[in-house]
């Protein structure tokens, strides 16, 4: 997994591309820290480019999720597509936050 | 008269015996009856037999309906600790039960990351803690060297110095009680260290495994998912199937039910027929009967007239009546009152 952040006004966009599993947790961190670290209180996660991700993945999404709305903030998701749309379906996770 | 006179011939000879032709007219009217009633019965057994039979025909559609829905009714639906459960909710009791395990997955994986990151943040504090036990240690191997400095120099000082050779030596044993708890700290973090260490290792190597069984990647739910809803789809498609052919079996079934009621119902002609048919055989019993013991009266009007009387009254049959009349005085009695409905009309036998 790798990931880009890039500040666009009040909104903050994380692509990641690669897959999101467990191993990944380390380098999520990095994710987290951005999203407190912010100032924009709207966070896009881009899954444009992600191929896969298995719960582990969706826990940290989660986690994120929570992170964000710990400091007031909004995530979203976006650029769902494939196997991750089918795992997010699965995890009704359109519930919790909204996905584009 | 002449033409009386004729007439008596017919039926009488000179001594009133019966005449050939009055034999013969009365053996055929006699015939005529016998024909008329045994056809009349005859035709009577035939259409009961065949009402009984489209009858038995009508209950039996019903009764194919009605076992044709319980059938439907008992392939779509399975018994469950006592409850009737439609086979069409299944997928969707299944589709429940799997979104709940992959919510607790979820739940699970969320809380073991979580967990990781604690311990990992604790783990950066037991190095900060560790690090800290170490500047103590420096700091009181500096302390007990001052302690030993000290000693050295209130030795050095004699009896100016025997207080500050105690202090020195509280100093000293101060040290190395504070070695001895810096000693302790550090198994102690150790102790810590190694534990959380485990425990990372072990949730670490949960996840591999369960990684390597496919249990993480939900790749398994998701296939079970799609093939839930394809079940759900072909039973929904199927029920739909079922309801039409059920509901095409009930329209068919009650049309039969409908047209062997018509059917029934126009056989009642038979009913009617042999009320005619009765008519008749009564009427010609009558002139039978008139022939047979006074055929000195057959010139007589007024015997005649009564007969005629006699025969229109036996009739209950009113468009029978009708006809008897205009055939035997020429015109019906449309003066007369309305004949009250003949009560083998008003009863017709509904089979």
Known sequence: MDFKSDARGDRLVIAISGVITFDDHNKFRGILNAIADSAATTIEISLADTKMLDSAGVGMILLANDRAKKADKTLRLSGVTGHVAKVLELSRIAQILPVD | ?351
């Open chain 2, 1 to 351: 008269m002449p033409q009386h006179n004729r007439i008596e011939n017919w039926t009488t000879d000179a001594q009133g015996a019966r005449s050939p032709f009055s034999r013969l007219l009365l053996g055929t009217i006699e015939s005529a009856n016998r024909i008329l009633l045994d056809t009349t019965q005859d035709v009577e057994d035939q259409a009961r037999r065949l009402s009984d039979l489209f009858t038995s025909l009508n209950d039996g559609s019903e009764e194919q309906t009605q076992r044709l829905s319980k059938l439907v009714s008992q392939i779509t639906t399975v018994e469950h600790e006592g409850k009737s459960i439609d086979l069409i909710t299944l997928p969707q009791i299944l589709q429940a039960s799997l979104s709940e395990v992959t919510e607790r997955i979820l739940v699970l994986s969320k809380q073991g990351v979580s967990l990781i990151y604690s311990l990992d943040d604790i783990l950066c504090e037991m190095d900060g803690l560790g690090a800290c036990i170490n500047e103590i240690e420096a700091i009181n191997k500096q302390t007990r060297l001052l302690s030993l400095n000290a000693q050295i120099e209130s030795a050095r000082a004699g009896a100016a110095g025997a207080g500050f050779q105690i202090v020195s030596t509280e100093m000293h044993t101060l040290s190395k009680r504070i070695d001895a708890l810096s000693d302790r700290m550090r198994g102690s973090t150790r102790t810590v260290t190694e534990s959380i260490r485990e425990v990372v290792g072990s949730i670490r190597s949960e996840y591999r495994e369960l990684s390597e069984i496919g249990a993480m990647d939900l790749s398994k739910q998701i296939d079970a998912k799609e093939h839930l809803e394809v079940l759900l789809t072909s039973l929904v498609e199927r029920n739909a199937e079922i309801s039409v052919a059920l509901s095409d079996s009930t329209s068919t079934s009650r049309r039969i039910g409908d047209e062997v009621r018509e059917v029934v119902i126009a056989m009642q002609f038979q009913d009617r027929m042999r009320q005619r048919t009765e008519a008749v055989v009564t009427a010609l019993t009558a002139v039978s009967r008139f022939l047979s013991d006074h055929p000195e009266k057959i010139s007589d009007p007024e015997t005649c007239d009564g007969l005629v009387q006699t025969i229109v009254d036996s009739i209950s049959l009113s468009d029978v009546r009708r006809q008897f009349e205009i055939g035997l005085r020429g015109k019906p009695s449309d003066d007369a009152p309305a004949p009250a409905p003949a009560p083998a009309e008003s009863t017709i036998e509904l089979f």
